[in-house]
């Protein structure tokens, strides 16, 4: 399929290779489709994942593995992944520096790798015109991170971290990455019995102002992200869900330079909805970037399968929308194909519901904010502070006995519905 390029054909065509929704062009709410979702391609699931899992053998199977030298197949696979991303026409695209080019052990060597990869990801971003939208280092599979990296009780283990990500940054910086993202995979721990975890997040703070200090000293003016995760791997994270990262960064005095990036299968796995993490993240003004898939019902682990819920999708829309868009991210499809979704034309289809329903989400929820009551109802049921003594309490002019006083003068309180079955069917209306 390397000659097929994905276009915009409308909701009425059935080419299953076209793009019924997202039309890039579009504007909606004052900007562009393109604009508005910023779609990106995960590297390490579209081009890196197997298929393989802990009970089976894989079952994607790529040409470019046949070939010896890590440089060379590395170079192989680059080679498809920018003439998949073109085709899509994505204007973006995420890499974990192991994804792509083989690491091995002499962390001198790996540079090298590093290096030479980066140069040919510049020659394929020029011609192409795809921009990285965040690097990042996988300092988590390695088997010296088993006790985490930035986190980890032997300092030699952290060293290892520190030069990986000195080597990412240098790459990200290097092909004009607009953000680089900090995933603490393993920062967490198993049992208080042998962890001191004041010291160890000590130590996670001291090493992100470390490399953020590297950074911005080597030329970098984009955004950090922290991507929160809760027990998987380890049962305890530190960055758990939004609201802990948040309460990390300002502890740590890195909340100016730091931003969030949210994955809905991680929300689901913290207990949350996708849009109840946005919005603690743009209440917050950290609404950095996501990382769009989804779980499965049955399952209470991490499946990174494709988005396709037009309703979820369209409720988180509405938060992205009214938070003013993301700040410095988009929408990247950390999300595979099935184990069973062996051909090429399954990765396509992938990417082309995923973004189709992101789009139908975008125009969704534009209507709902400007042809409905939507906004208008949200702020009727907070009106009680807009005025009187509820606007003295939010202007801290009032006491605790003041409230006791106007809780006896003015009575019981009326029951007042929060109308959540309506404001669920008018989101279905304009679906």
């Not at 000293?217 to 609201?243: L, M």
């Not at 409720?315 to 990247?332: D, P, R, T, W």
């Not at 099935?338 to 289809?349: A, I, V």
């Not at 519905?417 to 069917?425: A, K, P």
Request: overall charge negative; charged content about 20%; proline content about 3%.
């Amino acid at each position: 399929m390397s000659n097929t390029k994905i276009t915009y054909e409308g909701p009425g065509s059935d080419n299953p290779l076209s793009f019924r929704w997202y039309d890039a062009n579009k504007v909606v709410a004052g900007k562009t489709m393109q604009e508005h979702l910023r779609f990106a391609c995960a590297y390490w699931h579209s081009f890196c994942g197997n298929g393989g899992d802990p009970f089976g053998e894989p079952t994607h199977l790529f040409s470019w593995n046949n070939t010896v030298d890590a440089v060379d197949r590395a170079k192989a696979k680059m080679d498809f992944a920018f003439d998949f991303m073109s085709n899509l026409s994505l204007p973006f695209f995420c890499f974990h520096d192991v994804d792509v080019v083989d690491f091995t052990n002499d962390v001198a060597d790996n540079e090298r790798r590093l290096q030479a990869i980066t140069e040919h990801a510049r020659q394929h971003m020029q011609s192409s015109g795809i921009q990285l939208l965040w690097g990042t280092a996988n300092l988590f599979s390695h088997r010296r991170y088993m006790n985490g990296a930035a986190t980890n009780p032997d300092f030699q283990v952290l060293a290892h971290a520190g030069a990986q990500v000195k080597a990412a940054l240098d790459a990200t910086i290097s092909l004009g990455g607009q953000n680089y993202v900090f995933w603490g995979g393993r920062e967490g721990y198993m049992s208080l019995l042998n962890t001191n975890m004041k010291r160890e997040q000590e130590h996670m703070a001291r090493f992100l102002h470390m490399a953020k200090d590297y950074a911005r000293s080597h030329g970098f003016k984009g955004q950090f992200f922290i991507e929160p995760k809760p027990c998987e791997p380890s049962k305890h994270q530190y960055d758990y869900d939004c609201a802990t990262v948040i309460g990390f960064l300002n502890q740590f005095g890195l909340q100016d330079d730091f931003s969030i990036n949210i994955e809905v299968n991680h929300a689901t796995l913290a207990g949350h909805t996708f849009q109840h993490e946005l919005q603690v993240a743009a209440d917050a003004g950290m609404l950095g970037s996501i990382d769009a898939n989804r779980g499965d019902y049955q399952n209470g682990w991490d499946t990174d399968q494709f988005p396709n819920n037009v309703n979820e999708l369209t409720e988180a829309m509405l938060v992205i929308l009214e938070a003013g868009g993301f700040k410095g991210g988009g929408i990247n499809f950390d999300a595979k194909i099935r184990r069973n979704s062996t051909d090429m034309e399954d990765l396509y289809h992938a990417h082309i519901g995923g973004m189709d329903t992101f789009a139908r989400a975008l125009l969704v929820a534009d209507a709902v904010l400007q042809q409905s009551d939507y906004k208008a109802f949200r702020q009727q049921r907070y009106a009680s502070f807009d005025s009187g003594n509820g606007k003295a309490f939010e202007e801290g002019k009032l006491g605790l006995e003041d409230l006791r006083n106007i809780a006896i003068s003015d009575g019981e309180p009326k029951t007042l519905s929060g109308r959540q079955e309506y404001l669920e069917n008018l989101i279905n209306r304009f679906i």
